[in-house]
């Protein structure tokens, strides 16, 4: 039930019955409805001046007459005062509907099909071979994990796609690095790390001895040209990193439709050079070609270098008009760092200039940086911090947690894994993207502050509660019950869900669910500090138990959707 609509067609009926015909649409009434500040002043309040034009009369004399018209079942009562009407929502029939509506709906309650039929693409994670996977893609893989969740959630077909950088001259130092100093077993048992030692190694020598680098532009070379041996090589270099990442993703649920990277668009972008000069907007400029952006106020997009060597935005146009072409869709997001920013701006400017209309479907999601206790991180420093070992680590100190507040618990080591992740997950996505993020222990894994673990642990009392009441909750529900401040605040919650989910989505802001998370945990914690569920009263019984069972089911939803699992017990 929308009470918003239904109060504005209370109002419709009753301006009818006093006034008559009025050009008015029970719409612009809903628009124009505010939420006082204070509950004390109703659930509603309808400003009547919107309706002193029309009338010719007073705000104060069209609230008195207009309340004297309502009457309906589902308010408690309606009241003028001061111009305006002000509407008290019958405290048991909102939660009866809100909870009935919840539990009918059930894992489908928040979700329309306002997707279906729709496609977006998503770009996320997005790693580079040969480097471990660190803490700086963590946002990424988060952030583009639950928007592609919430876009299933309102019926999205939703692509996901790991644009892996596996593109760049490096690639063929590694080589060069490899057939010098390299051998396969230790390459095969010590992954990613022994390509980076390889990789280090090399450059260190090549100052001493520059021939190294026509070595490595030799084997770069030879993988353009496809030179089998050079792409045995290369590929095996990508399987690994590929296996060492995958064990990180499935650590955090995490799935993609393609590996389609910068080197799937080899033989791709030379109908997009073809494209640019055909319509003008390549330049030479000393050699090399541009799309000139200066009076875009940006610099030069830089196409192909002066040795015709295409760059990262020439593969990125590449990958935008393939990824029109193959899944039609109606929005593309890029998940990337906001230092891209002024990359994405380019890329989607020269798409516009080229005539693709579709480049407004396209948007760079961008989010802030993650330091690690203060310190950013860099990988020359050697101050990196690795996703596999930051997550074993949290699985570690859940672990221990755990074996301090619950030591008889069954499962640990799976309860830990739940917990441990999902207080990293959750921490990610904790603040409006944008915002640059300082990820501490105490912060992350504190069962009582703002985190997953106290969000989970708040559903695991859900299901406590529910299990030990068994069937307790057969009676018929006396709703009127749940009519005190703090069932009503739960209710109130629940009620949100649905367009908090809508505006996450909207927005590409997932912190709003996990906010979201966190205030309907807080206020079934106080109402459950205040009222005592398993009472004598089977009505006022049941009334609770339902509503710890919308609980329950919501906070476990708003989890899955920002990609953190919600364990029954902890
Ligand atoms: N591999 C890049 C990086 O780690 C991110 C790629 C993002 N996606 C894209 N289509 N440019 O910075």
């Known amino acids: 039930m929308d009470f918003k609509l239904a109060v504005a067609n209370e109002i419709m009926t009753a301006i009818g019955a006093v006034y008559g015909d009025v050009e008015i649409t029970a719409k612009d009434i809903a628009g124009a409805l505010e939420v006082p500040p204070d509950t004390a002043m109703g659930d509603y309040a309808f400003p009547c ?11 104060v004399m069209i609230a008195d007459a207009l309340a004297g018209a309502i009457h309906a079942d589902f308010l408690s009562r309606a009241e003028a005062v001061k111009g305006y009407l002000n509407f008290f929502i019958d405290r048991a029939t909102y939660a009866e509907k809100v909870i009935g509506q919840a539990l009918h709906d059930g894992e489908r309650y928040g979700a329309d099909d306002s997707g279906a039929g729709k496609t977006v693409v998503l770009d996320y994670s997005s790693i580079n071979i040969a480097k471990r996977f660190h803490i700086g893609h963590l946002s990424t893989t988060m952030i583009g994990n639950s928007l592609y969740r919430l876009h299933k959630f309102f019926g999205w077909n939703a692509v996901g796609v790991n644009h892996l950088g596996d593109w760049g001259t490096q690639f063929g130092k590694m080589i060069a690095a490899y057939k010098r100093w390299g051998d396969h077993d230790t390459v095969a ?12 190694r090399f450059n260190q020598e090549a ?3 520059p021939a190294l680098d026509d070595e490595g532009r030799m084997w770069f070379k030879r993988i353009e040209d496809g030179n089998p041996e050079a792409l045995e090589i290369f590929n095996w270099f990508k399987s690994v990193t590929l296996k060492d990442a995958e ?3 499935d ?6 439709d393609s590996y389609a ?36 106020g940006m610099p030069p997009a830089l196409i192909l270098r002066s040795d015709g060597a295409t760059l990262y935005i020439t593969r990125d146009l590449a990958a935008a008009k393939y990824r029109k072409d193959t899944y039609n869709f109606d929005k593309s997001l890029y998940v990337v760092a906001y230092q891209q920013d002024l990359h994405f701006r380019q890329l989607f400017k020269v798409l516009e200039l080229m005539g693709y209309d579709w480049y407004s479907q396209c948007e760079h999601v961008a989010f802030g940086m993650v330091s690690f206790g203060g310190e950013s991180l860099s990988t020359r420093e050697g101050r990196v911090v690795y996703l596999d070992e930051l997550l074993t680590q949290a699985i570690e100190k859940a672990r221990a947690i755990i074996e301090e507040k619950s030591p008889d618990l069954e499962d640990k080591d799976e309860v830990a894994r739940q917990v441990g992740i999902g207080a990293v997950v959750f921490f990610d996505l904790y603040n409006n993207r944008i915002k640059d993020i300082d ?10 502050g703002e985190t997953g673990p106290y969000v989970q642990y708040t559903h695991a009392r859900a299901c406590s509660v529910l299990r030990r009441a068994g069937d307790a909750d057969a009676a018929c529900p006396d709703f009127s019950a749940l009519s005190d401040p703090y069932s009503q605040d739960v209710v109130r919650f629940i009620e949100q869900f649905p367009d908090i989910l809508k505006s996450a989505v909207n927005r590409s802001e997932p912190s709003m669910v996990t906010r979201f998370a966190v205030d309907l945990a807080q206020a079934f914690n106080k109402f459950y500090y205040e009222n005592k569920v398993m009472v004598d009263d089977p009505g006022t019984r049941a009334a609770r138990l339902q509503l710890t069972a919308a609980t329950r089911q919501v906070l476990k939803q708003a989890l899955y959707l920002i990609g953190v699992e919600a364990p029954e017990r902890m």
Do not use: C, H
Not at 49 to 59: D, I
């Open 189 to 200: 048992a010590g992954g990613v790390d022994e390509m980076v030692k390889l990789y280090v």
């Open 261 to 296: 990277g910068e080197s799937f668009y080899n033989d791709k972008m030379q109908p997009i050079i073809d494209d640019l000069r055909a319509k003008g907007l390549l330049k030479e400029d000393k050699g090399a070609q541009i799309v000139d952006l200066q009076e875009y």
């Open 439 to 448: 990820f501490t222990w105490e912060r992350a894994l504190n069962f009582d």
């Open 49 to 59: 001046f919107k309706l002193a034009k029309p009338l010719r009369k007073s705000p």
């Open 251 to 256: 650590m955090l649920g995490v799935k993609f």
């Open 247 to 249: 064990r990180v993703y």
């Open 207 to 209: 100052k001493a001895d």
